[in-house]
């Protein structure tokens, strides 16, 4: 397996718990905070593909202090196919050097089906949904 170079970051339930939408306001927890410092001083890339309002989740990453740690963050209602892409071509690096943090599976399946690349997924899943997803995608899904 490759050694990843970007992890890009969800943000609802993902970098902070809860749905910005639904809510005004979100918390992000010292340990992510830790864990984003910590990510950086070893020099690993970190974007953000969400499907959010830019302005809000603005508002939320420089409240933290932590919005210079997203290189060229995708925070839009487009597919996360398509924000996944723009990231591996802003930073020129491929699909297989990325990791994606997420707690959606219907977007695991689009990504999939819509570019056929191999992207790596950090699941928050049940062993049922984990065992599923190995089974329908063999050759497409590797899990870190």
């Known amino acids: 397996m490759n050694k990843f170079k970007c992890i890009i970051w969800d943000l609802d339930n993902t970098l902070w ?28 890339i970190q974007s953000i593909a969400s499907r959010n309002n830019f302005e809000n989740v603005n508002r939320i990453l420089t409240k933290y202090n932590i919005e210079k740690f997203f290189l060229y963050p995708q925070i839009n209602w487009s597919p996360k196919s398509e924000s996944l892409k723009k990231i591996s071509e802003n930073l020129h690096i491929s699909y297989e050097s990325m990791v994606l943090i997420d707690d959606d599976t219907p977007y695991y399946t689009m990504i999939i089906r819509e570019d056929g690349h191999k992207i790596k997924l950090l699941l928050d899943l049940n062993e049922e949904l984990l065992h599923a997803m190995k089974t329908q995608y063999p050759e497409k899904v590797y899990f870190a």
Do not use: A, F
């Open 17 to 44: 718990n809860g749905i910005l939408i639904e809510k005004k306001d979100v918390i992000i927890s010292e340990e992510m905070i830790s864990i984003i410092h910590e990510l950086d001083k070893r020099g690993i």
